[in-house]
C-alpha cells in the first residue's frame, strides 16, 4: 500500500511539483497523485496494486480505450520499422488523408507533436496570412501554454491584457484580446473597435477547459460572420473535440467551417502529436511553400501516425451516438443521485464528454464555472477516487467516456456517486 506516496515523494526531489503536467498533482482536490503501472481499455491500474474506473483517459486521447488492440498492433508493426527518420514516410500522408477526409474546415494539415504546438504555430500563420498581430481569446478557454495564449483579463476586458503567469512579458499579450465566452456582443465592441488590426479568433467550440461549457445557439454562427466581415480568421481549437464531439468533430456536429483547426489528443491515439490545418491557401504560407517558419525534429513521427491512423480508422465505424446515449444516462444518473442528497448540480454533457458543477445556476462561461463549489467538488472527487472511480483532479475539467467502458462500469460508477456522504 502507498507505493503512490512513497513514489510521489521521490519524484519531488527531482522533478518540480513531482509531476511533468501541474494539475496531475492533484493539488486542488488536497489529494496526491496516483501513479500508474498500467492501463487497459477503461481502466488504470496503480502502483499500489488497485484497480479504477478511468474517467481522466490521458485528458482525451484514449476515445477507444487504454491499449486498444488495433491501435496497438500498428505500434508494434511500426516499431520494428524503425522509430524515427527525419524523413517523410508514408504514413504521415495517410494520417493527414485521414483528417482532411473527416473534417470540413481542413484541406491541408501539418502534423507537429502537442496541442500547444499546435495553437501556437496556427496563430503564427494566422498573423503571417492576415498581416495583423491582434487575436481574441475567451476567458476560460485553455490553448495550450504558448506565451500569448496565457493571459487574463485586466480591469476593462477590452484593453487591458495582463500576464495570468510570471514569465510572460506584458509585451507577449498586449495584442491579446479577451471576451466572455457565448458573449458575441463583447465580440462584437471588440471588433468594432480593433476589428482592421484582429488577425484571429481563437475559440474552443466546445470548451472544455473550464469544464464543459456548450456553445449557445449562435455564438459559433456569430464567431463566424463577424471574423469573415473584418478579413479574420476563424480558428477551431478542436484539440479535444475533434473526432469527439463528432468524428467530424465539433465543426461537422454544428456545421461551422472555420478557417484553421488545431487538433490534438485523440489524433495521436495516446502518443504525443498535434497537428493545425485549415484552407489550402491559409496553409500554404507555410514553409517550405511559403515565408511564414514552422519545423519540428521528430514532427510526422512514423509511431505517433501509426497509432494515430489506427485510432482513427477504428472509430470510423464505432457507434457515435450509442456512446452518447450512455453518457447522457451515466451524467444524468449522477445528477440525480446528487440531487437526492439536496446538492445544487448541474450537469454539461456533449457526445462523451461532460461535467458535474455544483451550482444551482446554468453554467455557460467561466464566471458561472468559478462559481461553482469547489468544496463539494473535492468530496464528490476523493469519495469516487476512494471506491475506485478516477475522475480529472479539478472542478473545471471534463470526464471523458469511451468506447471501451462497460454497463457495468457505468453501474460502478453510479453506485459510488450513491455511497457517499457529503
Ligand atoms: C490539451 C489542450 C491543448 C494543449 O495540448 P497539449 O498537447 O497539452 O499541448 C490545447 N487546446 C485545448 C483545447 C486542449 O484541451
Redesign the pocket.
Known amino acids: 500500500m502507498d507505493k503512490s506516496k512513497e513514489l510521489f515523494s521521490k519524484a519531488r526531489e527531482i522533478i518540480p511539483g513531482g509531476v511533468n503536467s501541474p494539475v496531475r498533482a492533484c493539488k486542488s482536490v488536497r489529494s496526491d497523485p496516483l501513479f500508474i503501472a498500467r492501463a487497459d481499455g477503461p481502466h488504470v491500474y496503480t502502483e499500489d496494486g488497485q484497480k479504477y474506473v478511468d474517467y481522466v483517459m490521458s485528458?482525451?486521447p484514449m476515445l477507444l480505450g487504454h491499449n486498444h488492440p488495433a491501435v496497438n498492433k500498428a505500434l508494434h508493426e511500426a516499431v520494428d520499422k524503425g522509430t524515427s527518420y527525419g524523413a517523410p514516410c508514408k504514413a504521415e500522408i495517410e494520417l493527414a488523408k485521414a483528417i482532411v477526409d473527416a473534417l470540413p474546415g481542413v484541406e491541408m494539415v501539418r502534423m507537429v507533436n502537442?496541442?500547444?504546438?499546435?495553437?501556437m504555430s496556427a496563430l503564427r500563420l494566422a498573423r503571417g496570412y492576415t498581416g495583423r498581430n491582434k487575436l481574441v481569446k475567451f476567458h476560460g478557454?485553455?490553448?495550450?501554454?504558448a506565451d500569448a495564449f496565457l493571459a487574463s483579463a485586466g480591469s476593462g476586458v477590452a484593453t487591458l491584457s495582463i500576464p495570468g503567469t510570471p514569465g510572460v512579458p506584458e509585451e507577449t499579450v498586449k495584442h491579446t484580446l479577451l471576451a466572455e465566452y457565448n458573449n458575441l456582443e463583447q465580440v462584437k465592441e471588440l471588433f468594432a473597435r480593433y476589428g482592421e488590426d484582429i488577425a484571429a479568433v481563437f475559440v474552443?467550440p466546445v470548451a472544455?477547459?473550464m469544464g464543459v461549457v456548450l456553445p449557445e445557439e449562435g455564438f459559433l454562427q456569430g464567431l463566424r460572420q463577424i471574423t469573415s466581415e473584418y478579413g479574420s480568421l476563424l480558428v477551431f481549437?478542436e484539440?479535444?473535440t475533434g473526432f469527439r464531439v463528432s468524428f467530424h468533430g465539433a465543426q461537422g456536429f454544428y456545421g461551422i467551417v472555420p478557417d484553421l483547426t488545431?487538433l490534438?489528443?485523440i489524433i495521436g491515439g495516446g502518443l504525443p502529436v498535434?497537428a493545425y490545418g485549415g484552407k489550402k491557401e491559409i496553409m500554404s504560407r507555410i514553409a517550405p511553400d511559403g515565408d511564414v517558419y514552422q519545423a519540428g525534429t521528430l514532427s510526422g513521427n512514423p509511431l505517433a501516425m501509426a497509432a494515430g491512423l489506427a485510432t482513427i480508422n477504428t472509430l470510423k465505424s464505432m457507434d457515435y451516438e450509442l456512446l452518447e446515449q450512455k453518457t447522457r444516462e451515466l451524467a444524468e444518473g449522477l445528477k440525480n443521485i446528487l440531487e437526492e442528497k439536496s446538492l445544487p448540480v448541474q450537469v454539461n454533457q456533449i457526445a462523451s464528454m461532460f461535467t458535474i458543477f455544483f451550482t444551482e445556476k446554468p453554467v455557460k462561461n467561466f464566471v458561472s464555472a468559478k462559481e461553482s463549489n469547489q468544496e463539494l467538488f473535492i468530496k464528490f472527487y476523493n469519495g469516487m477516487r476512494e471506491q475506485g472511480i478516477n475522475l480529472a483532479p479539478s472542478g473545471f475539467e471534463c470526464a471523458f467516456n469511451s468506447f471501451a467502458h462497460s454497463e457495468e462500469d457505468l453501474e460502478k460508477t453510479l453506485s459510488a456517486a450513491k455511497k457517499i456522504n457529503f
Open positions: 485528458w482525451g502537442s496541442g500547444t504546438e499546435a495553437t478557454c485553455y490553448h495550450g501554454h474552443e472544455g477547459n481549437d484539440v479535444i488545431c490534438g489528443k498535434g
